[in-house]
């Protein structure tokens, strides 16, 4: 399947008091270099974000449609619309419009009790995570976060850990690279940074 894929890695890293997302502004679709500066980043809400490596057009069109979904879900609840339920509404879409490419490549994760990831798999499952890997460059990027992940980590040794798994990541895959997104969610809100990938 990864032949067909849009390439490009991002990864999820939780801490002690959040989830951090990195992702990789580059998309190449096989040799053809589609864009260098595309956010595959997400505010869904303001505890829940997520992030994507695959079709980020599709994932722009359904990260708007789960915000809204989220809003009328959050006047019904009268709280915080927690990061499982968001994950869960993602994955329900993706499988009745069937985006299938995208299935196996979205990170959701945010902060209302907990700190917590999930990635979402093509049969619609949301499974939790400590921290998670999509893309044309995960199992490198898992190289680097199996070993050096660590529970309670600070929010910069989260951030620092989640940029090394990208830029390891991008070093060895031509299909990523060229720059970085950031995005912090804790218990205040979502913040997001951009940078150059330096090696």
Same mark, same amino acid.
């Given at each position: %399947? @990864?032949?067909?894929?849009?390439?490009?890695?991002?990864?999820?890293?939780?801490? $002690?008091?959040?989830?951090?997302? /990195? @992702?990789?502004?580059?998309?190449?679709?096989?040799?053809?270099?589609?864009?260098?500066?595309?956010?595959?980043?997400?505010?869904?809400?303001?505890?829940?974000?997520?992030?994507?490596?695959?079709?980020?057009?599709? %994932?722009?069109?359904?990260?708007?449609?789960?915000?809204?979904?989220? !809003?009328?879900?959050?006047?019904?609840?009268?709280?915080?619309?927690?990061?499982?339920?968001?994950? !869960? %509404?993602?994955?329900?879409?993706?499988?009745?419009?069937?985006?299938?490419?995208?299935?196996?490549?979205?990170?959701?994760?945010?902060?209302?009790?907990?700190?917590?990831?999930?990635?979402?798999?093509?049969?619609?499952?949301?499974?939790? $995570?400590?921290?998670?890997?999509?893309?044309?460059? /995960?199992?490198?990027?898992?190289?680097?976060?199996?070993?050096?992940?660590?529970?309670?980590?600070?929010?910069?040794?989260?951030?620092?850990?989640?940029?090394?798994?990208?830029?390891?990541?991008?070093?060895?895959?031509?299909?990523?690279? $060229?720059?970085?997104?950031? %995005?912090?969610?804790?218990?205040?809100?979502?913040?997001?940074?951009?940078?150059?990938?330096?090696?």
């Amino acid at each position: %399947m @990864s032949m067909y894929m849009p390439g490009a890695t991002a990864v999820g890293v939780t801490f $002690d008091g959040g989830v951090v997302f /990195a @992702s990789e502004k580059r998309i190449a679709f096989g040799n053809f270099l589609v864009s260098k500066t595309t956010k595959k980043t997400f505010e869904i809400t303001p505890k829940v974000g997520a992030t994507c490596a695959g079709l980020v057009a599709d %994932m722009q069109i359904l990260s708007l449609q789960i915000a809204a979904l989220a !809003k009328i879900r959050k006047m019904e609840l009268k709280r915080e619309v927690p990061p499982n339920s968001v994950a !869960k %509404m993602m994955s329900n879409m993706m499988y009745e419009r069937r985006y299938f490419p995208l299935l196996t490549q979205v990170i959701v994760g945010g902060v209302v009790d907990k700190p917590i990831l999930y990635t979402l798999d093509p049969l619609g499952s949301v499974l939790p $995570d400590e921290y998670a890997a999509v893309g044309t460059g /995960a199992e490198m990027a898992l190289g680097v976060l199996d070993p050096q992940f660590k529970q309670n980590m600070t929010e910069n040794e989260a951030v620092d850990l989640a940029k090394k798994a990208v830029r390891s990541a991008s070093l060895r895959d031509s299909a990523s690279g $060229d720059g970085l997104d950031i %995005m912090i969610i804790t218990k205040d809100g979502i913040r997001e940074s951009s940078e150059k990938i330096t090696n």
